[in-house]
């Protein structure tokens, strides 16, 4: 069974082009339910077996993560490792389980992002000045990684694979690899470059070619974790809510688009997403502003419904 399992693990970054953390993540969910499994049936199972799981067990199992707290969305994305590990199995081992299939996730209810107010992402400028004043080329590192993501609307880790060469001579727009290994071209403002330009001029290292644009300030690739510090010291400072994140800053930059006129396939295209029913979670948020002004503003808003 460790032989399968690894296997799979394996097809997920190799094959898929899956992130580590991502295969972890699956590879836990897996032992998960392997664990839940053997105390089941009162031993440890066998590759055959996988084809004998009934709906009691699947459904067992889904209600021992309930009892151990753990959360819908948290299942929800086990049942989808689960999943994907039976039809691995399918393919490559020909053991086929039907079972599963008639196993329904649990729910998520699909929480809609909050766009940060323009004028936090203007004070976020100083602000960075007053936290960083020490370590001038830090300041200006933090504020070209907030204007690059806010920007052009990219994951963190899509911010930090950026290399020196991919900026040289300020190129109208970045060819950006993101999840599964999907490549799409971002167009970049004068501004974002601007501010780019700045910090790699105060930059003490990091200035060859091949070398990642965001430092640390040891020298090293930035990593996410820094990345985020960055986000939460301004939250922090300026008293921001909890939701300003590096992703409020990418969700930012698709409701100003979509705000102002972006179709949905282009913002679909420009935000990396593989579905459209995920660029369709932003038309929801700008319905809820409209609907928030036309509740507070319209005077037709103020007449009873049997009028």
């Not at 836990?28 to 067990?57: N, Q």
């Not at 039976?86 to 929480?111: C, D, E, M, T, Y």
């Not at 579905?275 to 005077?299: C, D, F, R």
Request: proline fraction near 5%; aromatic fraction near 8%.
């Amino acid at each position: 069974m460790n032989e399968a399992v690894a296997a799979f693990i394996e097809y997920l970054t190799q094959t898929k082009h899956y992130s580590a953390h991502t295969a972890m993540a699956y590879e836990m969910d897996i032992a998960d339910f392997l664990k839940f499994y053997t105390d089941y049936v009162g031993g440890e199972p066998v590759l055959s077996d996988m084809a004998r799981v009934d709906t009691l067990c699947f459904r067992g199992w889904l209600a021992s993560r309930m009892r151990r707290g753990l959360g819908a969305k948290s299942t929800a994305r086990a049942m989808s490792s689960l999943r994907g590990f039976f039809r691995f199995l399918s393919k490559q081992h020909g053991i086929k389980n039907n079972a599963i299939g008639l196993i329904s996730s649990p729910k998520v209810p699909r929480k809609l992002s909050k766009a940060i107010e323009n004028t936090d992402i203007e004070n976020m400028r100083t602000a960075i000045q007053d936290i960083d004043g020490a370590e001038p080329w830090v300041a200006a590192r933090d504020w070209a990684l907030v204007v690059l993501i806010f920007g052009c609307g990219l994951r963190i880790s899509e911010a930090l694979a950026i290399r020196n060469s991919d900026i040289s001579g300020r190129p109208e727009s970045l060819r950006i690899m993101g999840k599964g290994r999907k490549e799409r071209i971002i167009p970049v403002l004068a501004p974002v470059y601007d501010a780019i330009d700045k910090y790699i001029s105060m930059r003490p290292f990091g200035n060859a070619p091949d070398d990642n644009l965001f430092r640390s300030v040891r020298g090293l690739p930035m990593s996410a974790r820094m990345a985020e510090k960055v986000v939460e010291k301004l939250r922090n400072y300026l008293q921001l809510p909890d939701y300003v994140t590096p992703h409020a800053l990418r969700h930012t930059f698709a409701t100003s688009l979509l705000g102002g006129g972006a179709d949905l396939r282009t913002l679909q295209e420009l935000l990396g997403h593989s579905s459209l029913s995920t660029t369709q979670l932003y038309t929801k948020v700008n319905m809820a502003e409209i609907s928030n002004i036309y509740a507070h503003a319209h005077p037709r808003a103020q007449i009873m419904p049997d009028d």
